[in-house]
Nanobody, 116 residues
Framework: QVPLVESGGGLVQAGGSLRLSCAAS????????MGWYRQAPGKQRELVAA???????NYADAVKGRFTISRDNAKNTVYLQMNSLKPEDTAVYYC??????????WGQGTQVTVSS
């Protein structure tokens, strides 16, 4: 098991920005997909964005044009830049690293709250 350490959540007003980071504290195969999921109260966990090694990001329709996912392969770190935040973006955000043909690792979750 490789722990993933998330940071960057918090409280922000609508229209504001936050940047989430997630770093793997151990060695992970570079052949992986890094992603961010979120879960709002009473709702199922949903994929927000994902990015493969050497690839471009894929996004949920609800965040396209506002969120940007990126990764630093040398640091085993994935980022989520969130701009133009809306109250409906309020959720616990989880990072995930899925090794192709291998294990899946999850972060502990970080709360993002957007006030109107």
């Amino acid at each position: 098991q490789v722990p993933l350490v998330e940071s960057g959540g918090g409280l922000v007003q609508a229209g504001g920005s936050l940047r989430l980071s997630c770093a793997a504290s151990g060695s992970i195969s570079r052949f992986n997909v890094m992603g961010w999921y979120r879960q709002a109260p009473g709702k199922q966990r949903e994929l927000v964005a994902a990015i493969a090694s050497g690839g471009s990001g894929n996004y949920a329709d609800a965040v396209k044009g506002r969120f940007t996912i990126s990764r630093d392969n040398a640091k085993n770190t994935v980022y989520l830049q969130m701009n133009s935040l809306k109250p409906e973006d309020t959720a616990v955000y989880y990072c995930n690293i899925k090794v192709i043909g291998g294990s899946s690792y999850w972060g502990q979750g970080t709360q993002v709250t957007v006030s109107s």
